[in-house]
Each structure stands twice: as structure tokens, then as C-alpha cells.
């Protein structure tokens, strides 16, 4: 979300979602910035967003990296095309 600071508005998020919603996306994994107003607000539209399309967030620590979900989830994936 920090890509889109300042840029984006509540429309145009809710259309990124829905896009996202249409491709049956699994679920987000996001660490917030607690001391930024408007990317508070776009997070609350996300988590609103997914209350409703019953989508899971994962809200990470900021001390926690993405690479220990990427290399959890990455087996996981090849497991699953490897398996069809």
C-alpha cells in the first residue's frame, strides 16, 4: 500500500479488490504503518473488504520479513501444481 500513498482514493481501491476478488485470490499478507492516516484508511477498507468476501488477512509485525511466509508458502504451491 505505501506504492499507492497519496494516489488513491476509496473507489479506486475497492476496484483493485474486486479484481483481486474475480481471480479468487487466497488471501493478504500485510504489514500496516501505524502512524500514516491515509494508508490506515485504505487498510481498513481492505480488512472491510475481505469481512465481506470472507478473503483472510494476515497483518504481520514490522519486525517479522515476508520471506518467512514466501518460504513457507512457496513449497507449498509447487507441491500443489506438481500434484495435478
Not at 473488504?49 to 514466501?70: K, R, T
Not at 512457496?74 to 500434484?83: A, F, G, T, W
Amino acid at each position: 500500500m505505501v506504492v499507492y500513498e497519496n494516489q488513491l482514493n476509496e473507489r479506486i481501491v475497492l476496484s483493485h479488490l474486486e479484481e483481486l476478488n474475480k481471480k479468487q485470490v487466497s488471501g493478504f499478507i500485510v504489514k500496516r504503518r501505524q502512524n500514516i492516516p491515509h494508508l490506515n484508511k485504505l487498510f481498513e477498507i481492505l480488512v472491510h473488504f475481505c469481512d465481506e468476501h470472507s478473503i483472510p488477512v494476515l497483518e504481520l509485525p514490522q519486525n517479522i520479513s515476508y520471506w518467512w511466509i514466501i518460504r513457507y508458502l512457496l513449497p507449498q504451491i509447487y507441491n500443489i501444481v506438481c500434484e495435478k
